[in-house]
């Protein structure tokens, strides 16, 4: 039972090794997601409902991640389709906070 216990944790943790192993980026990857990034910036920043103080917008093999402030939901979900409608962009996770007021 206790050498079972002891194989099972040893798998797990040489399990948990590999999978945290993430091979390096291509200078194309690197290039191909800093230009994606700067579109979606770009369009952000484009928009009419724009006011995202502290916008941050990083992109890793097209999953866009926006961070910074809006002033209520809708503002930080038109973040979100904004970002869809990029080309390049195939997912985006939006963590812009919403603070009270404008």
Request: proline letters at 7%; aromatic letters at 6%.
């Amino acid at each position: 039972m206790i050498r079972a216990r002891a194989l099972g944790g040893l798998a797990a943790a040489l399990l948990a090794g590999a999978c945290a192993h993430v091979p390096p980026r291509s200078p194309a990857q690197v290039a191909a997601d800093t230009a994606t990034s700067e579109r979606v910036y770009a369009a952000l920043k484009g928009s009419p409902r724009y006011f995202y103080p502290a916008l941050e917008v990083r992109v890793d093999d097209g999953v866009a991640y926006l961070t910074g402030l809006a002033f209520d939901g809708p503002d930080r979900d038109a973040a979100t389709w904004i970002a869809r409608d990029v080309p390049g962009v195939r997912a985006v996770t939006n963590a812009i906070e919403v603070v009270a007021g404008r």
